[in-house]
């Protein structure tokens, strides 16, 4: 597809994202956060405002859980209690992600351990890039837990192979944030490295794989063909519908 594109000149409408079906969107979003992935914990984290809204580590928190002495961070395993109902013959990633959400918002209603992180969660939630933010995550950390289990991502093999190399290299890339930390490199230079690296180790996964390649390029052209504006809507929106079924409330944010 792409290369008749590119051969041809052909112009190619950008399309609503609902027009998709169910599983194309989840390969659209997965490519999507796998592009991003290099970059989306410092990207991220300054479009929020660490007084009032959660930084990445936070939010992973809130997924993930995690058994700390302290009582205020005593947090649900959501991916773990979701995830275990489901294998590779029913997986469907939004209605997933809508589930953990649902039960994540309505239990954060009832916590009364520490205020200021009920506080914190909620400004996160109704700001549009801490909405965003909640997304990102939890589709990481939903990914990762599916990846760790079956060994790959039934429905993103670029977010798959990004993860995997993460994973991989991890030594290098603490070698490279260590830099920063140091003053070796600018964050502009720490960000082209990472993304560097991922790039050289994902062509040296397809050099030899004729369908993963044909795998990625798929996932690549769905997503030039999608209207980045209706995807950021759904992604609002998807979050909002599960807010407002825990809560009961309407929208608090225009997306106008």
Do not use: W
């Not at 609902?18 to 979003?29: A, G, N, P, Q, Y």
């Not at 939010?59 to 649900?76: A, C, P, Q, V, Y």
């Not at 994902?202 to 999608?226: G, N, P, R, T, V």
């Amino acid at each position: 597809m792409k290369n008749a594109f590119e051969k041809y000149n052909i112009f190619i409408p950008k399309i609503d994202i609902t027009e998709f079906d169910t599983e194309d969107i989840s390969k659209v979003l997965t490519y999507k956060i796998g592009k991003i992935i290099p970059i989306v914990l410092k990207d991220l984290d300054d479009n929020i405002n660490a007084n009032n809204q959660f930084n990445v580590q936070r939010i992973s928190l809130i997924f993930k859980g995690k058994n700390d002495k302290r009582e205020t961070h005593k947090m649900k395993n959501y991916i773990k209690e979701h995830m275990d109902k489901y294998d590779e013959n029913n997986f469907d990633l939004l209605r997933i992600l809508k589930d953990i959400l649902e039960n994540i918002v309505h239990d954060m209603l009832y916590y009364n351990k520490d205020t200021l992180r009920k506080n914190e969660f909620f400004n996160t939630l109704n700001n549009l890039n801490g909405a965003k933010y909640i997304f990102v995550v939890g589709v990481i950390c939903i990914e990762e837990y599916f990846l760790e289990k079956y060994g790959y991502i039934k429905n993103g093999k670029y977010l798959e192979l990004v993860l995997k190399i993460k994973k991989e290299l991890r030594k290098e890339i603490r070698g490279i944030y260590k830099g920063l930390k140091e003053g070796i490199y600018t964050e502009t230079e720490i960000n082209s490295m990472f993304r560097a690296l991922i790039k050289t180790r994902i062509k040296s996964y397809i050099e030899d794989d004729e369908a993963l390649e044909k795998e990625l390029e798929f996932e690549k052209d769905l997503y030039k063909i999608c209207n980045e504006e209706s995807l950021e809507k759904y992604i609002y929106n998807l979050i909002d519908f599960s807010r407002t079924k825990a809560t009961s409330q309407p929208r608090l944010f225009s997306l106008s």
